[in-house]
């Protein structure tokens, strides 16, 4: 059974960065895509980021590309993504997901069947 734990949230003020990281148990983490998303209060889950099983593809939600940058390190079974730039409309719970064997990622949350407990991140103005 796979468990994915993100870590890394917390209070910045805006233009800061923060690191988030999301670290696996189970064998299927390293072969899967991974995806980044994330639920402001009020609002629906929102796609961030995804990166294929082997880290060559990424994709990026508009509002964040060019600010934040998935990867993954697969020896230690964790994905990460660093925030720079941050804005108070990036404050939200933000979510780890697994996706499929061996694909490149998805903006869709049906196609993600792990997902983590969320991590908050707060942008203060």
């Known amino acids: 059974q796979v468990q994915l734990v993100e870590s890394g949230g917390g209070l910045v003020q805006t233009g800061g960065s923060l690191r988030l990281s999301c670290a696996a148990s189970g064998h299927t983490f390293s072969r899967s895509a991974i995806g980044w998303f994330r639920q402001a209060p009020g609002k629906g889950r929102e796609f961030v980021a995804a990166?294929?099983?082997?880290?060559?593809?990424?994709t990026y939600a508009d509002s964040v590309k060019g600010r934040f940058t998935i990867s993954r390190a697969n020896a230690k079974n964790t994905v990460y993504l660093q925030m720079n730039s941050l804005k108070p409309e990036d404050t939200a719970v933000y979510y780890c997901a697994q996706g499929c064997l061996y694909c490149t990622g998805s903006s869709y949350s049906n196609e993600y069947d792990a997902w983590g407990q969320g991590t908050q991140v707060t942008v203060s103005s």
């Open positions: 990166i294929s099983w082997t880290g060559g593809a990424t």
